[in-house]
């Protein structure tokens, strides 16, 4: 059986209706192999403030009311026992993510929604699942830079290349534009900020950056930190080579703004120094969110 549900909350609780197929009618008893779940994919689905609706969801966390059930890879089979569950199940499902870009922090995404579902189990049986999300009616979306109208990325006087919106269609990632640098000898270092954006990126929960992106070298991504008295560049991470293919990545930023109080406000980074592994490289990137909880 095939069904399809949409949450905009923080927790949204939907009774799935399912039709139990028996060959003697009503069972009395369970036995036999366990119930199982398809699901295909995860679909995100965001409002017009919250920017593009990129995602690399890769996996699905579900939980019953007292257990982990366990982290699928998608698309996902997972097998229910009605012995252990009983034949109406109250399951949540969690979009999962590689967070940082590495496989060993896979982890649910804390700013997309969960969603819960009762289903009625049986030995041998099975549903369909087209699950659509959204972020929590909570997070605070920035879009940082999309790259529609404008660029905010500014070079240091120390670079020779730099970050310039580009509409050629083999280079866009979403939309009209994203951003580009092009690297060779010449043009061998950009550093590179966003300018007078001062994001505010205090907060008591989680705060990330979303990324979506396609190179041919490696770059850096991290946090301009800002104070009343100075300022301090932080890289945090070096995304590499994708051989030109699209890429996200979800970049979880509270170690560095935990560690900064004093911060009255933060700009991102983007840095990149030719690697000379061909006569010219280039990065494109494009989609930045910043997430947080207020």
Not at 140 to 152: G, K, P, S, Y
Request: net charge negative.
């Amino acid at each position: 059986m095939f069904q399809q549900f949409r949450f905009t909350g923080t927790l949204h609780y939907v009774v799935g209706c399912m039709v139990v197929l028996t060959l003697h009618g009503c069972i009395n008893s369970w036995d036999g192999p366990p119930h199982f779940v398809h699901i295909e994919s995860m679909h995100l689905e965001t409002l017009p403030e919250e920017g593009a609706a990129t995602e690399r969801i890769e996996e699905v966390w579900v939980y019953s009311e007292t257990d982990v059930l366990g982290a699928f890879p998608l698309p996902a089979d997972i097998p229910l026992s009605p012995e252990q569950l009983g034949s109406t199940a109250e399951l949540t499902f969690s979009a999962g993510i590689r967070a940082n870009a590495i496989s060993s922090t896979r982890q649910p995404y804390p700013f997309y929604d969960a969603i819960v579902l009762e289903l009625d189990l049986e030995y041998g049986g099975s549903d369909t699942l087209d699950l659509t999300i959204g972020y929590t009616e909570l997070t605070e979306v920035t879009v940082a830079e999309d790259f529609e109208t404008a660029n905010r990325f500014q070079e240091s006087n120390a670079s020779s290349g730099e970050v310039v919106r580009t509409e050629n269609p083999l280079r866009v990632l979403d939309g009209l534009g994203s951003g580009m640098i092009v690297l060779d000898s010449i043009h061998n270092t950009v550093i590179s900020a966003t300018n007078e954006q001062e994001y505010d990126l205090q907060s008591n929960g989680p705060v990330w950056l979303e990324l979506d992106y396609a190179c041919t070298q490696p770059f850096w991504i991290g946090l301009l930190i800002k104070n009343a008295v100075n300022s301090q560049r932080v890289p945090i991470l070096i995304l590499n080579s994708t051989a030109g293919d699209r890429n996200k990545i979800y970049l979880d930023l509270g170690p560095v703004v935990r560690t900064s109080p004093d911060a009255t406000h933060y700009e991102i980074t983007l840095d990149a120094y030719y690697d000379g592994s061909a006569d010219s490289t280039f990065v494109v990137v494009d989609n930045f969110k910043l997430l947080r909880y207020p």
